[in-house]
């Protein structure tokens, strides 16, 4: 009885946290930047929308009359919910096998095949998932040009419903995050001693693989899919974009209101939440909860004696000899190389915006050498246009060194956020929450796995950075915003991520014995806690800055710019308040149907890049250092060393005969 009132009340706080996000556009229309007034109404309308099914409807534009036209929420569920969804579960269910196959098939492959293959899955999980889209089409229309057989139909027109292609972009990104994970969980598996029984046993390295390692690797996988899920989710939604599907995306994007965003957004979590409660269920998972002993001591924040003791051991310690800097330079070369790029491309863009105050060239005609007009703009890369223009006619290589900075900056920016408040958080779940509450927690952030992260920050942002008009704020209030908005929306799952990691450390022996003997919550945390958690921050924090890129890539192509965008009454195309690469990336459905690969090409390179250099720093920081066994010597000449034998010899003992 209690764990289905505990999964009731999940699935309740799941629906209050959809009410409260779909409401939030009302919050920012009007001249006011927070209308809590409307945002109360809105969220009343959507809670009075449950009881009157007559209210159950959507509404879309009719291209063809430009009106729009209601659309009852059961043909919704039976016409483009069912087209998105099949996408979104044949694409998964094709990448874990994929992964699965491969990863056994890798782990029974020598060292140098092992890492040729893990080399190379780094790679490709550093482009873009739009980027396959592309990838496809270059491949299906060189192919059309030279046999005029068109082997794919990639773009959806007039209601027909294309799948092979959809589903292959769509399983590229969770086919290496499962791939990954299966070998990283098989590795781990095989540290296990009954491991090395069944291999003392004689069993090949396929049978401890498979009837051994499986059960329990799957077991896991399943537990951390959620997170492969939630990137999916976002994925489908840039997929449908881009492929002109009328699905989900489609008729939020029509409909956005708070009842209809509501709707939508229920539709994509109730299925989820209920397979993966279900499965939990029949696995028996049971919560991870905060060890005993902290129900019963109340902790001290800090401890003076703790606070001077620590001064003066820090005041005294002497600083330890450094090794040599080619010997530190050689062994982290892996971390290095990827330091010196990103610093590169940093420096590079602040400096042009130093020496160039950030000038961007527009170039509207190329000519000829007799002078007349061989080109407009979008002009394709030339020696004088090194990258070429965009359909404006501006530089693309200015855009790009203009734009750099605000990249990264921004990214580095919100991933420092989303680990410092998880922190905090983190420890508040931990030391300050009781059991309720952090059943809340835990709640909340369950619920979040299963919403696309890309569709809640586009939720939010829609109103603030795009305007028809003058603006009612200013840039930096807005780019504040958005940073505030793509660092807090991830909160509780990193909160309970943190929060959770602590708790593992609190259940060791030594930190119950050192509650017990009297240690604040100061010294609990820099002694034992800090230490445990540091390499595991870095390396979320290293893995949220590859998703901030990831994101600013999909809200490009949702025309979510940084810092904000004006539209145009006599054009469907945004203007962008400043140079940014995601801008760059909103030209990618129209470069999509003229081929006019120049445009997108540099700024994904740029992404390329930056993922791969923080993907590579994230592998770096994780790896286990391997000490070096030092043999002991004994103390002895060299004399007496080389002239021993290298075994003792056992005298035959002699016998008296007198004594027999």
Not at 126 to 143: E, G, K, R, T
Not at 149 to 176: A, Q
Not at 313 to 337: H, Q
Not at 374 to 390: C, I, K, Q, R
Request: hydrophobic fraction near 50%; proline fraction near 5%; charge should be neutral.
């Amino acid at each position: 009885m209690k764990k289905i009132i505990a999964i009731l009340g999940k699935f309740i706080f799941g629906i209050v946290g959809i009410v409260l996000i779909s409401a939030t556009p009302a919050m920012f229309r009007g001249d006011t930047f927070f209308d809590f007034p409307a945002y109360a109404l809105a969220v009343k309308s959507v809670i009075t929308a449950f009881f009157t099914p007559d209210e159950w409807t959507l509404s879309y534009l009719n291209l063809s009359t430009f009106e729009t036209v209601p659309f009852s929420f059961s043909s919704f569920l039976s016409g483009p919910y069912l087209y998105s969804m099949p996408l979104l579960l044949m694409a998964l269910v094709l990448s874990f096998v994929i992964a699965f196959v491969l990863a056994l098939l890798t782990l029974q492959s020598n060292g140098v095949i092992k890492r040729s293959a893990l080399q190379f899955v780094k790679i490709l999980q550093s482009f873009p998932d739009f980027s396959y889209v592309f990838l496809i089409q270059i491949v299906v229309l060189a192919f059309y040009s030279k046999t005029g057989t068109l082997l794919l139909s990639f773009y959806s027109l007039g209601g027909e419903r294309i799948y092979l292609v959809p589903i292959l972009c769509l399983s590229v990104l969770p086919t290496l995050l499962f791939f990954k994970l299966f070998i990283l969980l098989y590795e781990e598996e095989q540290q296990q001693s009954y491991v090395e029984l069944a291999r003392s046993k004689g069993l090949s390295q396929f049978e401890v693989l498979w009837k051994h390692c499986t059960s329990n690797v799957l077991r896991s996988v399943f537990y951390q899919s959620k997170s492969i899920v939630w990137l999916t989710l976002s994925t489908l939604l840039i997929i449908e974009y881009l492929f002109g599907i009328e699905g989900i995306l489609y008729y939020l994007r029509s409909d956005f209101s708070p009842k209809g965003i509501t709707f939508i957004l229920l539709t994509v979590f109730i299925p989820f939440f209920l397979f993966y409660t279900f499965m939990e269920l029949l696995m028996k998972k049971s919560d991870v909860e905060r060890n005993a002993v902290f129900e019963k001591f109340n902790l001290r924040i800090f401890d003076e004696q703790e606070i001077r003791t620590s001064w003066k051991r820090i005041l005294s310690k002497k600083l330890k000899s450094a090794k040599p800097f080619s010997f530190r330079f050689k062994n982290r070369m892996a971390i290095i190389i990827p330091l010196l790029l990103v610093v590169s491309f940093l420096s590079a863009s602040l400096l042009y915006g130093v020496v160039a105050d950030d000038e961007v060239e527009q170039i509207q005609y190329a000519y000829d050498e007799d002078g007349s007009i061989a080109s407009s703009a979008p002009l394709a890369p030339s020696a004088e246009v090194v990258f070429g223009t965009d359909p404006y006619g501006f530089s693309i290589a200015q855009q790009l060194l203009v734009g750099i900075k605000y990249t990264i900056i921004l990214s580095l920016l919100i991933a420092t956020l989303r680990v410092a408040l998880g922190y905090v958080f983190g420890l508040l779940y931990v030391f300050f929450l009781n059991n309720k509450a952090r059943n809340i927690v835990n709640s909340i952030a369950d619920g979040m796995h299963f919403l696309p992260l890309t569709l809640l920050v586009y939720i939010l942002l829609l109103p603030v950075l795009i305007s028809s008009g003058e603006w009612n704020s200013t840039l930096w209030e807005r780019l504040a915003f958005q940073v505030l908005i793509m660092s807090a929306v991830v909160l509780p799952i990193t909160a309970s991520a943190i929060g959770n990691e602590m708790n593992e450390t609190l259940k060791k022996d030594y930190v119950v014995s050192s509650v017990l003997m009297g240690g604040s919550l100061s010294w609990i945390l820099t002694k034992h806690i800090q230490p445990q958690l540091w390499p595991k921050l870095v390396l979320m924090w290293t893995q949220h800055v590859v998703q901030v890129l990831q994101m600013f890539v999909h809200l490009g192509i949702l025309n979510i710019f940084v810092g904000g965008a004006l539209s145009q009454i006599d054009s469907p195309r945004l203007i962008p308040e400043i140079y940014e690469l995601s801008g760059m990336i909103s030209i990618s459905r129209e470069v999509f149907v003229t081929n006019q690969y120049w445009m997108i090409l540099p700024p994904l390179a740029i992404f390329m890049m930056l993922i791969y250099c923080f993907t590579t720093i994230a592998e770096y920081l994780t790896q286990k250092p391997v000490v070096p066994v030092k043999v002991p010597v004994p103390n002895q000449s060299k004399e007496e060393s080389s002239s021993a034998p290298s075994f003792t010899r056992i005298k035959k003992p002699q016998v008296n005969e007198e004594t027999n």
